[in-house]
């Protein structure tokens, strides 16, 4: 791939059009296009400031890895310390530079996790099993098998299986 074809593809990936990346850069629209066109190359200091806005760095631009596309089942980190009856996977430990996390919770029968104070970004969850209660500021909130939750992670916030059998939860938090 061209040096011009991939700083495109950051770009339009960040939602900027060429005058904004070039406004972030204090450099000319007409040069991000020549750029992008392969007509002009930048010095490596121009380079340096382009992918900083980018939210890159020359080592990762350059890189000839792949980056993970499948996630293996044995690739998963376990979360120790955790209450009785609680089980949590990290599933994309392995991921750089991702803006979000995405664990597997498992819930014991009456088990609950621990109450977590305000963090910034977001919380989805999907009930893949049996059910669940979630705890916002002291709300309950239920969901069951098939169904989802969302909530801002400006709270104080924990989920609790109140049901007879084990509940299992996919949970993505923004970071």
Known sequence: MKLG?????????????????????????????????????????????????????????????????VLKKDERVPVYDLPKG????????????????????????????DK????????FGYVVEGSVDIYIDGKRYSANEGECFYYSGDCVHYMRNPGKEKAVILLIQTI
Not at 37 to 52: F, G, M, N, Q, W
Not at 116 to 123: Q, S
């Open 86 to 113: 609680v089980k949590i996977d990290i599933l994309m430990d392995a991921v750089e530079d991702k803006e979000l996390d995405a664990k597997i919770v498992e819930l014991e029968p009456g088990a609950q996790t």
């Open 5 to 69: 074809s991939k700083l495109k593809r950051l770009r339009l990936a960040r939602g900027y059009t060429q005058e904004e990346l070039a406004d972030r850069c204090d450099l000319s629209r007409s040069f991000i296009s020549q750029l992008e066109s392969d007509k002009v190359s930048p010095s490596v200091e121009t380079l340096e400031r382009i992918l900083r806005v980018l939210g890159t760095d020359l080592k990762h631009f350059f890189s000839e890895e792949q980056k993970k596309i």
């Open 116 to 123: 977590e104070d305000y963090h910034d970004g977001d919380e």
